[in-house]
């Protein structure tokens, strides 16, 4: 969500001590650039329910929303994903949690500060690059073209090719068995471990879902919320643009797909990391 600034002056990007996270870098030059918080977006509360008795009286401020007169969302949905959006209990009075999501499984997921959303990135791009090409490639999945290498697409997170219709492709032997699995009757199994990146595309026939169920798991977590870099990330949602579900630690239960597609990345960063994880149908 973008907002006007003061016209024909710079704006500074205030980078202090303990904000050297490249999320946070990241989260103050989209200040920069005249983004505003996500959870001060006009469409706030259908995603969100704010606790405000929970809140420091003069902190209150952060938490409101800015009209559709004051701001554009640009066509981009909400994402509890962005390096904009903070998480649950900031300003908290007393360490209650603040932020609730409507979506419940994305609670632990607010206030990432390891990257910028895919959607923070065609934020920007819709922004202030959105001419600089003429249209020459059709993106699929939500990409949008690369404005620094017209034709080509830049594709959401777990998503690659031109036109972002292909599927990422394991290269460490740690990962196990195949990239992409597709489902029949029997449920599949693997068990990444160690500091290596592993994503699977699971697919299953016609309209069935997909279930993935978490087994034994180590993986990092960090303070309120569970950062990209460190996490499970699990993309159920039909729309792969609004990026996935993050589990740190040793998640529980399970998480059912939307459709037929679902993707997973395994983020090892240290040699304890490991994690197992099933999928079927559903």
Request: aromatic share 8%; glycine share 10%; hydrophobic share 30%.
């Amino acid at each position: 969500m973008i907002g006007n600034g003061p016209k024909d002056k710079t704006q500074d990007v205030s980078i202090g001590r303990g904000c050297e996270m490249a999320g946070i870098v990241q989260h103050e030059t989209l200040h920069a650039l005249g983004f505003f918080h996500e959870q001060s977006r006009p469409d706030r509360d259908q995603y969100l329910t704010i606790a405000l008795n929970n809140v420091a009286s003069s902190k209150k401020h952060n938490y409101q929303i800015h009209t559709s007169d004051e701001s554009d969302t640009l066509g981009i949905p909400y994402n509890y994903g962005s390096a904009m959006q903070y998480d649950k209990k900031a300003f908290a009075s007393n360490n209650q949690v603040v932020m609730i999501t409507k979506n419940k499984l994305y609670q632990d997921s607010i206030g990432n500060k390891a990257r910028l959303a895919f959607l923070d990135f065609k934020a920007v791009n819709k922004a202030y690059c959105s001419k600089k090409c003429k249209g020459g490639v059709k993106c699929s999945n939500g990409g949008y073209e690369d404005p620094n290498k017209c034709g080509v697409c830049k594709c959401p997170y777990l998503l690659t090719g031109k036109t972002c219709t292909e599927y990422i492709q394991n290269k460490s032997p740690g990962c196990g068995g195949k990239s992409v699995i597709t489902l029949s009757s029997s449920p599949v199994t693997v068990k990444p471990k160690g500091k290596i990146e592993c994503v699977y595309t699971i697919k299953a026939s016609g309209s069935k879902k997909i279930k993935i169920t978490f087994g034994k798991a180590n993986q990092i977590a960090r303070g309120e919320a569970c950062y990209a870099n460190d996490a499970l990330e699990i993309q159920y949602l039909n729309d792969k643009t609004l990026g996935g579900v993050f589990k740190c630690g040793q998640p529980k239960g399970s998480i059912t797909s939307e459709g037929p597609l679902m993707l997973v990345k395994y983020n090892g960063q240290y040699d304890f990391n490991f994690a197992e994880l099933t999928f079927s149908t559903a």
